[in-house]
């Protein structure tokens, strides 16, 4: 259980901060890198997730290295562009 206490951290706090809860998904996949987790949420909760200027996305990739280094692990954080999202796909560089 001590290994996904990441996973349900992050769980928890994004939940608590977006306004559908119900649309949160995290993947966790572990490497030689070390932990990464996948967040995926409702595509009007994005701008809750990353904040003005990514601060709270900032802050919530703080929150996890700590939770990582009591577990001796170096958790990293995807925030994934939801379907439908205000982006333009990337396209190769020219």
Same mark, same amino acid.
């Given at each position: +259980?001590? !290994? +996904?206490?990441?996973?349900?951290?992050? !769980?928890?706090?994004?939940?608590? @901060?977006?306004?559908?809860?119900?649309d949160v998904k995290v993947e966790r996949k572990v490497d030689e890198r070390g932990v990464l987790l996948s967040l995926r949420?409702?595509?009007?909760? *994005?701008?809750?997730?990353?904040?003005?200027?990514?601060?709270?996305?900032?802050? @919530?990739? @703080?929150?996890? $290295? @700590?939770?990582? *280094?009591?577990?001796?692990? $170096?958790?990293?954080?995807?925030? #994934? #562009?939801? !379907?439908?999202?205000?982006?333009?796909? $990337?396209?190769? #560089?020219?």
């Amino acid at each position: +259980m001590a !290994e +996904m206490s990441d996973q349900n951290f992050l !769980e928890y706090l994004v939940k608590s @901060i977006v306004d559908h809860p119900d649309d949160v998904k995290v993947e966790r996949k572990v490497d030689e890198r070390g932990v990464l987790l996948s967040l995926r949420v409702h595509s009007q909760d *994005m701008g809750q997730v990353v904040g003005r200027q990514g601060t709270t996305a900032k802050a @919530i990739r @703080i929150l996890l $290295r @700590i939770v990582g *280094m009591k577990n001796n692990a $170096r958790v990293n954080l995807k925030i #994934e #562009e939801p !379907e439908g999202g205000l982006r333009a796909p $990337r396209g190769p #560089e020219v």
